[in-house]
């Protein structure tokens, strides 16, 4: 079997701080590689909150929670970040140009022995597949927030990804404690994201215009579906960066004015304002106690 011991999360972002911890706590090595300094920092910050979270939430002893801090280091150099890689996620932000670009540094870099995986939650493997130098071991694994609790790990190839290392990745989810999901053709948003999407849109799509606002939203789909948090808690943990990210690649991809006037309200309602949702403290909601979680809201 191909080994997997020391694992590299290019962007330490929330979806990447998450990963990069989930793996360090199963027993891999961990480098997170950011090109700014700024990005670790906001990185290590998340590590502290997880070790706090998985001490007092999920029974995590502290020896189990040091050992995970010993096996995380941290580098904007990504040659040295990628030396020793057995396997690299990709969690750079959603712009087609930037992931485009990464992977022709990582190319240049990386051992022969790396296998290349991405998070991106919209666009497809073969979208940057001759970009990076090695479309044989080349897939998407993808997870989604709060991957200790919504624990898939959606696996999927693209039409050259040896049949053997998209097994290996579905095996190696499993091993960093996930649900595999293998998918076997290419699909843009998989399937949680083929799913939610659509939701997501119609939920913006009646607050931007005006039919209601965002609180009466989410409370018709938490009575009506019997949940604990509506499309605008989601996009709160999802992060207004990613919103805005997906809502301008498919307004250009699309022509979609709507989307890119979106894109647009939330950079300047939002971002602009460091409402950036939950990692923030601030989103549709304020956290930590946002208004969805309080016991009389569906009253």
């Known amino acids: 079997m191909i080994k997997i011991e020391n694992v590299t999360i290019a962007g330490g972002g929330t979806l990447g701080s998450q990963i990069a911890w989930q793996t360090a706590f199963m027993g891999f090595n961990v480098v997170v590689y950011d090109a700014f300094d700024k990005g670790l920092e906001a990185s290590k910050s998340f590590h502290k909150q997880y070790a706090e979270l998985f001490r007092t939430r999920r029974g995590a002893t502290k020896e189990e929670i040091e050992q995970t801090l010993s096996r995380l280091s941290y580098s904007t150099n990504l040659a040295e970040a990628i030396k020793d890689a057995d396997l690299v996620s990709e969690c750079v932000p959603e712009n087609m140009e930037i992931k485009k670009s990464f992977y022709l540094e990582l190319a240049k870099v990386a051992p ?44 999927m190839g693209h039409k050259e990804t040896n049949p053997e290392i998209f097994e290996r990745i579905v095996k190696f989810a499993s091993e960093i404690g996930m649900v595999p999901i293998p998918i076997h053709k290419e699909q843009n948003g998989y399937i949680l994201n083929s799913l939610l999407v659509p939701l997501l849109t119609a939920a913006q799509d009646l607050f931007f215009n005006g039919v209601s606002d965002f609180e009466s939203i989410d409370k018709t789909w938490m009575i009506t579906m019997g949940v604990k948090i509506g499309p605008f808690g989601i996009l709160d943990k ?62």
């Open 112 to 155: 022969e022995k790396t296998i290349f995986t991405t998070n991106s939650s919209t666009t497809l493997p073969s979208d940057y597949a001759a970009y990076t130098g090695r479309p044989k071991k080349f897939l998407a694994l993808h997870f989604a927030n709060g991957i200790w609790d919504n624990n898939i790990g959606e696996v």
């Open 238 to 299: 999802i992060g207004m960066q990613t919103a805005y990210n997906v809502s301008m690649l498919w307004g250009k991809k699309l022509g979609d004015q709507s989307r890119l006037n979106r894109a647009a309200i939330i950079k300047s309602d939002f971002i602009d304002k460091g409402k950036m949702g939950v990692s923030s403290g601030e989103g549709f909601y304020k956290y930590p106690n946002p208004r969805y979680a309080d016991p009389d809201f569906l009253k």
